[in-house]
């Protein structure tokens, strides 16, 4: 039997519910809700990319009227952990206490003050007397793991806490290493075999709103922290762990968030806002500048090193995938983004054999973390330029060549079972796949078969390229979301969930999945998200899960809540329960009888053998199936300049139903210009002590209104039967995509192949230099 | 010093040292949908209309206020009454962390009142100094666009 | 933020704003447009002069060219359909290519001549149309060319309380085109490279060449082994790409953290070819 398609709530694009407080400039973020008599904290932060801290006098700023703490190792508890907002146990390192004795790399914090205005607080950090005792840096990935290269994590209570490979000592911060088949084997039967090494660089999120955090001291001894954070109960957990305390002494909540896309999957500020504001006994409110905010959390930098076989035929016979991460100066998030390389990566395309193995190595460099796409942003710019120069050699359409080889309805991939977030995964086969789908109407809508291979005369040269992507939606058997429902006199319902809506519109979403279950408009559902004290436990926002994993904690929840509705409606109406219907707002027989719902929360709360009509649900889950999709991009290459401009870009993607077509829309979008912007422009320069040179946003460039191209999004509906109503997740898979459509662009415009991101003018300029150097020759 | 403002079409008398930021003033005065984002001229987010300009709070100093008509998202529209753009924000799916939301509303409102009808070249220009990291601005474009031929 | 800015003082007229900065020496500061001002910190600065009320906010035809005064905001340059007709529109393009509008809405064209930084716009707009600045000082009003202005620091050759008040920049007589061409990363962001071309042909020869290189070095230049290239000849693509080759030859550039050297260098020839390009293509005769 094939489930219900069609839908009066899910499905449909309704208006973001906290959309017009937002328009109206309401005070909704962390910064707009700080008390009277709040303090400014500020951090002071390492000028070295590597140094022991040899002396640390705070007495000048302590001194100076106006400041209510100063923190700094010596006078704040050591607790090794780590800064990733992750499960317990978490996978990453504990690397990390609140200050240490050595700072890592320039940015590092070394103390911090609380006083009563910043003025005050920049002049307290200028009195904190530092005597550094500077050590050689590690500053090119590549050296990191040499012999003799500088120990980052020399402290000896740097631990894993779960069984993984950790050895600090030669500054390899997570590995893997996974096979399946004999790949030699594998090239041996390849007529083609191809073997590149692809790059990407450092990248930041920038969130418009920074990293916030508001810590007040309660009367009752407890403290509630205001945080724009993706994981409130992470924070929770975490900030408790630094302080010693018991998590129900803190209170969280999580306000409206100004965007995170990972970078506030990450227990950053929270720890030194507690601190500072349990030591001075007030109010205090921490919010990073813009250049700290570069220096917070960024994407990953990785070498890919990729084999790959294939037939004459078109098959494949062997992949070997091998990554080497910079996860800089902490272990946050590094085994996790390696493992999403390979396990994100590899199941898209039916390998017979293959191989994965990554390193993520410390260097005295800005810290890597969780960043949209997480690793599989990283590996498949390796893959799907590759998968480009494969169909070349082998002198097939690249499209054809991917319609070909990428798995199929029914099909699993050994890739599944192997790799998980940190060691095995769990096996699943795919029952909801649309990607033929996404690859022929993309095609359609960018005009491949028109466009490709028509360069044009004149300095301006024309080229379309794609590629193919997949994700996940949530973590198998480790993620949980919670939602509580609750019901109102006039009909209406409290939705409490422990998902955590970061600008997405999550918040919408779950409430139109409890609103589809009890047949009323999201209007008469309230919405209350991320808050430790009110609303049941959940992971957080990351790794794709909200709408697919905490959906059907809603999911769960409302069809309790309609039992108990029906129960009383059948009371009312002199019905069997099975009998009633919820829709309209109503409760409904068969024979065509209805009352409000208003008249069944009356009757439970009031009348008759009263109860709080309510239900508290939970959600994990065993598999994690991917979105598909497929991009296209055209792009014009200045040959003078070697200016890139992305002309139109199509994504068509498979996020199975998309429970509000308009957010997913917007989801995509989101991410294809950041993987736009990330392609062409997004970098980080450092100078040869390892400081950042371009840590403003005047300097680092994010895409405007003036550089977007045409974005064409094409929903490709599909339906996961594990998935409420059918979906799947959406928000990640979108940046993966344009580096390597952008890149296979602009092979097929000006034929140069371009492996190392981002794709500037220069790089551009001499990969054509190159070219006709060699075909002078 | 006094500072005499009319914001959003009230005249007030602001306590300020001249050379202070304007966006910090601002804030301070309870006006908080001027947002910081990068407090050195770059993102947008604490976009105000100053004599119906679009302009960066933080590239202002509170002298240069002295006698000019402020507009903040807070004088756009009420709850009941939204203001045609926020309406056409939030029904095209423009809005989604908010948080350069009031910025690209006043700098969308600047360029309407100058150019009732404009193109999606002209929206694309009119909001070229308003970051949004979330949406790929499409929406954002088309919400200009809708609230226009609403209004028309 | 000016810490320790205790007043602001509104001029009424350029000879009232000439004698507050007499008055208040170097504890004062000059408001226009204040972009840079609002994050200079300067913590000498105790007297803010705001002369954005003094007037000096007209675009107005003047002896066959136009005379823009100093507090004309960089937006209504850009969009000014008087100036988009004067050699070519170079100072309108010139403008237009400034930052992102919220920017050009504060930013005054007497700012952003005067407060320059490599990357400047406007002055090299000014270069190639030999426009002529026109200064208030203590000693009175005085005129200078674009050259003499952009020969050393602006603010080294303004004297002490000496005012930009206006520009002045006579329209081509008979057949002349110009163009500015803007090379930067993205549409909103500080050039790689600037060039401003103007140009006037008298009997299908270049009587008069004007091309001027901006971003490259501290200070906007002309490239005279270019212009005295194409003058006197026939205006061939051939022509123009050699003269693009000889302002790239002169250039000379500094790297940074946008490009290095030798990019920056190559972006000069492509920037300076295609603003020649662009002026031959829209040559007009006056009418």
């Known amino acids: 039997m094939s489930p219900k398609r069609e839908f009066e709530v899910v499905g449909k694009p309704v208006a973001k519910l906290d959309g017009l407080a937002l328009a109206r400039g309401g005070k909704l973020f962390v910064a707009d809700l700080l008390p009277r008599g709040c303090l400014v904290g500020r951090i002071l932060t390492s000028p070295y990319a590597h140094a022991r801290i040899a002396s640390i006098d705070a007495s000048a700023a302590e001194a100076l009227p106006g400041v209510h703490a100063v923190l700094h190792h010596g006078n704040v508890p050591r607790v090794m952990r780590t800064t990733a907002g992750q499960g317990a146990p978490e996978p990453s390192p504990y690397d990390f206490t609140t200050f240490d004795r050595k700072v890592r790399f320039v940015g590092d914090r070394v103390a911090a003050v609380a006083a009563e205005s910043e003025a005050i607080a920049e002049e307290a950090l200028k009195r904190i007397k530092v005597e550094y005792e500077v050590l050689p840096a590690v500053l090119d990935v590549r050296h990191a793991m040499d012999k003799g290269a500088p120990v980052i994590h020399d402290e000896p209570d740097c631990k894993v806490v779960i069984p993984v490979p950790y050895e600090p000592g030669r500054n390899l911060a997570a590995h893997v290493d996974t096979r399946v088949g004999d790949t030699a084997e594998g090239y041996a039967e390849a007529d083609v075999v191809l073997e590149h090494e692809y790059e990407c660089q450092y990248a930041q999120h920038t969130p418009i709103e920074p990293h916030a955090a508001l810590a007040e001291p309660l009367p009752d001894g407890r403290l509630r922290i205001t945080t724009s954070t993706q994981v409130p109960f992470h924070v929770r957990r975490i900030v408790a762990q630094a302080l010693g305390w018991p998590v129900s002494r803190l209170h969280v909540v999580k306000p409206r968030v100004g965007g995170g896309f990972g970078a506030k999957q990450e227990v950053l500020i929270e720890d030194v806002a507690a601190f500072l504001a349990t030591r001075a006994g007030r109010p205090v409110y921490l919010e990073l500048s813009r250049s700290e905010e570069f220096l917070s959390r960024t994407r990953h930098p990785m070498v890919v090193r990729l084999k790959t076989g294939a037939r004459k035929d078109g098959s494949l016979t062997a992949v070997d995938l091998g990554v080497l991460s910079n996860t800089g100066a902490y272990g946050s998030h590094a085994l996790t983004v390696a493992c999403n390389c390979g396990s994100k990566v590899l199941p898209l395309y039916r390998w017979p054999r293959l191989g994965f193995q990554a390193d993520a190595v410390y260097t005295n460099l800005p810290v890597g973390g969780a960043y949209r796409g997480y690793g599989a942003t990283q590996a498949y710019i390796a893959m799907e330029i590759q998968m480009d120069e494969l169909a070349q050699a082998l002198g097939l359409d690249p499209l054809e060549f991917r319609l070909r080889n990428h798995i199929r309805k029914g099909e699993t991939s050994p890739i599944f079972a192997a790799l998980g977030e940190g060691g095995e995964g769990v096996e699943q086969s795919i029952d909801s796949i649309g990607l033929d789908a996404c690859i022929r109407q993309g095609a359609r809508a960018i005009g491949w078969k028109k466009k490709r291979g028509k360069p044009g005369a004149g300095p301006l040269k024309r080229g379309v390229g794609m590629c193919c992507l997949m994700q996940g939606s949530s973590i198998p058997k480790v993620d949980m979301g919670g939602a509580s429902l609750k019901m109102n006199e006039d009909g209406g319902f409290n939705l409490l969930v422990g998902a955590t809506d970061l600008g997405t519109g999550s918040d919408t979403v779950l409430a139109q999945i409890a609103a589809e279950v009890l047949g009323v408009s999201v209007e008469q559902i309230v919405v209350r998200s991320s808050d430790t004290d009110l609303t049941p436990f959940d992971v957080g926002a990351y790794a794709s899960s909200t709408t697919y994993l905490s959906g059907q904690a809603v999911r769960k929840a409302a069809l309790d809540v309609a039992g108990q509705i029906r129960e009383v409606a059948a009371e009312l109406l002199d019905a069997r329960p099975a009998e009633i219907a919820l829709a309209g707002g109503q409760v409904r027989t068969a024979d065509g009888r209805a009352l409000p719902l208003s008249r069944v929360a009356m009757r439970s709360l009031y009348e008759h053998d009263q109860r709080q009509i309510a239900a508290f649900a939970s959600h994990i889950t065993h598999k994690s199936p991917p979105p598909f999709s497929a991009h296209f991009a055209e792009v014009e290459v200045d040959t003078e300049t070697g200016l890139v401009r992305v002309v139109k870009y199509v994504a068509a993607v498979d996020c199975g139903t998309a429970i509000n077509p308009q957010l997913s829309e917007g989801q995509t979008e989101g991410a294809v210009l950041n993987g736009i912007s990330y392609a062409l422009c997004e970098e980080y320069l450092f100078d040869e002590k390892g400081r950042m040179r371009n840590d403003s946003l005047r300097e680092y460039k994010i895409f405007s209104t003036r550089d977007m191209p045409e974005l064409v999004t094409i929903l490709v509906p599909t339906y996961e039967k594990t998935g409420p109503y059918g979906a799947k997740s959406v928000s990640e898979i979108g940046i993966n995509g344009p580096i390597p459509a952008i890149s296979n662009a602009i092979f097929d415009a000006v034929g140069v192949r371009l492996r190392r991101a981002p794709f500037t003018p220069e790089r551009v300029l001499a990969a054509l230099d190159e070219l006709a150097g060699r075909q002078a020759r | ?152 | 933020m000016i810490p320790n800015a205790k007043t602001c003082l509104y001029p009424k007229d350029p000879p009232q704003a000439v004698s507050l900065l007499q008055e208040h020496g170097k504890r004062a500061l000059i408001l226009a447009g204040g972009t840079t001002a609002a994050l200079s910190h300067d913590p000498e600065v105790e007297v803010l002069i705001d002369i954005s009320r003094m007037g000096c906010d007209a675009i107005e035809p003047q002896g066959g060219g136009w005379r823009v005064g100093c507090n004309v905001r960089l937006q209504r340059i850009a969009s000014h359909a008087g100036l988009a007709g004067l050699w070519g529109g170079v100072l309108s393009q010139a403008a237009a290519a400034v930052g992102s509008r919220p920017i050009r809405n504060a930013v005054t064209l007497g700012g952003n001549l005067v407060q320059i930084f490599r990357w400047s716009d406007t002055p090299v707009a000014l270069l190639a149309m030999g426009a002529r600045l026109e200064l208030l000082g203590p000693r009175g009003p005085r005129s200078v060319g674009a050259d003499e202005f952009y020969a050393r620091h602006p603010r080294q050759v303004l004297e002490p309380a000496e005012l930009l008040v206006a520009v002045q920049a006579a329209s081509p007589v008979g057949k002349a085109g110009g163009a500015f061409i803007k090379y930067a990363r993205t549409a909103v962001d500080l050039a790689v490279a600037d060039a401003a071309a103007c140009l006037r042909v008298e009997g299908g020869r270049c009587v008069e060449a004007r091309l001027a290189i901006g971003a490259t070095r501290a200070l906007p230049w002309r490239a005279s082994e270019a212009e005295a290239l194409l003058t006197g000849q026939a205006l061939t693509p051939a022509r123009l790409g050699e003269a693009a080759a000889l302002a790239r030859k002169a250039c000379k550039p500094v790297g940074d953290a946008r490009t290095d050297k030798a990019y920056r260098e190559r972006m000069v020839e492509v920037v300076a070819r295609r603003a020649l390009e662009r002026a031959v293509a829209n040559l007009q005769e006056r009418a």
């Open chain 2, 1 to 152: 010093m006094d500072i005499h403002v009319t914001v959003n079409g009230r005249p007030e008398v602001w306590q300020a040292a001249p050379g202070e930021s304007a966006l910090e003033l601002i804030r301070r005065l309870g006006y908080t949908s001027v947002k910081r984002g990068c407090s050195q001229g770059d993102c947008g987010a604490c976009t105000i209309l100053v004599d119906g300009q679009a302009m960066r709070a933080c590239l202002l100093v509170a002298a240069q206020l002295e006698g000019r008509a402020v507009t903040t998202a807070e004088g756009l529209g009420s709850l009941d009454r939204p203001h045609p753009l926020q309406r056409a924000f939030v029904d095209a799916g423009a809005v989604q962390c908010g948080f350069c939301t009031p910025g690209m509303l006043l700098a969308s409102q600047a360029l309407l009142v100058e150019t009732p009808r404009p193109d999606a070249t002209a929206v694309r220009e009119a909001l070229d100094g308003n970051l949004c990291r979330c949406t790929g601005y499409k929406k954002i474009v088309e919400a200009v666009l809708l609230a226009a031929e609403r209004m028309a």
